[in-house]
């Protein structure tokens, strides 16, 4: 006779099959793909705030999705009872699947050309309203003390979407390091396991079962240094399965602490995401902008190294998940104990990461019209290089931005060959000023010359970046 904890945990036999079968697969996969990918092309290669060493494979998420839609393709077709209850959620089961396909297709478009922002919304939010139609939605609420509240379906809609869109692009935002979303990723899935398993939402068991393992199976070559990347073919799939499973998981819910353990599990993408919106309205910059000031970004800041930053993030994530998978058991009083202790932390995170010390909020207000006047030459210039024709239109549209960021001469070399553009009316007075340069690939780069005596900050370096990433993507 098995001892009754073992017995218990026995009956859920196939989905740890499921899980190990996932891990395998995709740790002896994912190295077949690094080699075939570095062959056809598909590597990231380093310049700008692209800091690797070298070409890195990317596009990653490839592999983890084949390996989740194969293991569920073969559960489906059990003859037991994981089998059976797959077969009868069939329209959630390929309703995730195809809206996680769709996310796939737009990021493989964003890998090979960049994809502007506001199409990748666009998309996105398509995506998510056909799952609200197809039944992925908030139907109601439980609030402690109160019978279940059920929502107009208006409301419910407008909610889900918020939640799959923000979620998405929250664990896009969060692919900052090696390791770090997936790991991230990993947790969230172990967690929306355990809540569909405790609420008997057994199909979606399955779906996170196989995610885990397949995310456990590409971490080891995801983890620092990467042999191969999530890109956002991986990113945005990733987070549009887990938008989706974490509205299914908790369905069944009847208290609301359960309904947060899965928003909770996905605490740092959602925190970090909500950070990034507060800043960027604080300094006067495009919501839809990218910027190196992530959490991640500031440990990094602070003398971490890769691993340590994604640990340490790994560790708060598992930490803000204990905690609210106790409360789940706990009463009321502990649920309003743990989640002030989870506000204390954040708060605590966000004054030794230096958020609270932007250097005044006077000071960040009254900046906001030089960083919207950055941000729109910015824009004009990429505008530019989209429509230029040769290397002479490349350089006179990184010429737009030049005056915003005291820069008076600008070289491009393109093969052997320098392009310059120079807007200083004395240029042998100001051939002293700092130089800044970026790689765009073998013999490509581009020389920023700053007026004598100043020295860009910070974000208009990565401004200078982010324009020279779309001029590479021009060149290429």
Not at 426 to 448: M, T
């Amino acid at each position: 006779m098995l001892p009754d904890w073992l017995t218990y945990f026995f009956q859920f036999k196939s989905y740890a099959v499921l899980f190990v079968a996932a891990a395998a697969a995709t740790a002896l996969l994912t190295p077949l793909y690094v080699l075939l990918a570095r062959r056809v092309g598909l590597v990231d290669r380093p310049g700008g705030r692209k800091q690797h060493p070298r070409a890195t494979a990317t596009m990653g998420g490839l592999v983890i999705f084949l390996v989740v839609f194969a293991g569920v393709a073969a559960a489906v077709r059990l003859d037991n009872l994981v089998g059976d209850i797959l077969r009868a959620q069939s329209r959630f089961v390929y309703g995730i699947m195809v809206c996680t396909a769709c996310m796939i297709a737009l990021g493989v478009v964003d890998d090979v050309r960049s994809v502007p922002a506001k199409v990748k919304l666009l998309v996105q939010g398509i995506v998510a309203l056909a799952a609200v139609l197809l039944g992925f939605q908030i139907e109601a609420v439980t609030i402690p003390g109160y019978e279940s509240i059920t929502l107009p379906a208006i409301v419910g809609a407008l909610l889900s979407l918020v939640w799959i869109v923000g979620i998405t692009n929250a664990v896009n935002l969060s692919d900052g390091i090696d390791g770090l979303a997936v790991g991230i990723c990993l947790l969230a899935s172990g967690v929306n396991a355990l809540v569909a398993i405790w609420l008997g939402n057994h199909y979606m068991t399955v779906l996170m079962a196989l995610l885990a393992g397949a995310l456990l199976g590409f971490l080891r070559w995801n983890f620092h240094p990467a042999r191969v990347f999530l890109g956002d073919t991986g990113s945005l799939a990733l987070g549009m399965f887990l938008a989706l499973a974490s509205l299914k998981s908790a369905q069944k819910a009847h208290t609301i602490v359960m309904i947060l353990v899965p928003l909770f599990a996905l605490g740092y993408p959602i925190f970090d995401t909500l950070l990034a919106v507060a800043r960027r309205v604080i300094r006067g910059q495009p919501l839809l902008t990218s910027d190196r000031d992530h959490i991640h970004h500031r440990l990094l800041d602070r003398g971490r190294s890769p691993t340590a930053a994604a640990i340490q993030i790994y560790a708060a994530s598992v930490l803000v998940s204990l905690v609210c998978i106790a409360a789940a058991t706990a009463n009321h009083f502990v649920l309003g104990i743990a989640v002030a202790g989870v506000g204390v932390l954040a708060l605590f995170c966000v004054r030794v990461l230096g958020y609270l010390e932007w250097g005044g909020w006077q000071h960040r207000w009254t900046g906001r019209r030089e960083t919207k006047v950055l941000h729109a030459a910015a824009h004009l210039a990429r505008l530019k290089i989209e429509q230029s024709e040769d290397a002479t239109d490349m350089v006179r549209a990184l010429g737009i931005l030049a005056p915003e960021v005291d820069c008076v001469r600008i070289d491009l070399n393109l093969d052997a060959r320098t392009h310059t553009w120079n807007g200083s009316d004395d240029p042998e007075a100001d051939a002293g000023g700092e130089q800044f340069d970026i790689a765009l690939g073998d013999e490509r780069g581009v020389r920023f010359v700053f007026r004598s005596g100043r020295s860009p900050s910070q974000e208009r370096r990565h401004v200078i970046e982010d324009v020279c990433i779309q001029l590479a993507a021009r060149i290429e």
